[in-house]
């Protein structure tokens, strides 16, 4: 069983950074990706990291996702944070051998979830 715990959220204003960490208990090789969800959307995937790297059109070259396998963590590195980047973020596993485009968007093909962490962005 693993289980998944995010800190880092908070409220910043626009142009503002934060990191989300996502602490990890339990074997978490293979595709490792945040999520998010603002109220009234769908769950969307950000960023995943396991056998390649892979990002969403919408925080590419803003946010860098990176991993500590020593410490069995995964990051989030947000810049450049936009409003419409207010969400809840999840972190997710047990899913993919490799990331890829294709299981960035199949929130269903992870099988562990952490709580969320709320993310607020202000104009």
């Known amino acids: 069983q693993v289980q998944l715990v995010e800190t880092g959220g908070g409220s910043v204003q626009a142009g503002g950074s934060l990191r989300l960490s996502c602490a990890a208990s339990g074997s978490t090789s293979g595709c490792m990706a945040w999520f998010r969800q603002a109220p009234g959307k769908e769950r969307e995937g950000v960023a995943g990291n396991g056998g390649s790297t892979v990002y969403a059109a919408s925080v590419k070259g803003r946010f860098t996702i990176s991993r500590d396998n020593a410490k069995n963590t995964l990051y989030l590195q947000m810049n450049s944070l936009k409003p419409e980047d207010t969400a809840m973020y999840y972190c997710?596993?047990?899913?993919?051998?490799?990331?890829?485009?294709?299981?960035?968007?199949?929130?269903?093909?992870?099988?562990?979830w952490g709580q969320g962490t709320q993310v607020t962005v202000s104009s």
């Open positions: 997710a596993a047990g899913g993919p051998i490799y990331c890829s485009s294709t299981y960035l968007a199949r929130p269903w093909a992870y099988s562990y």
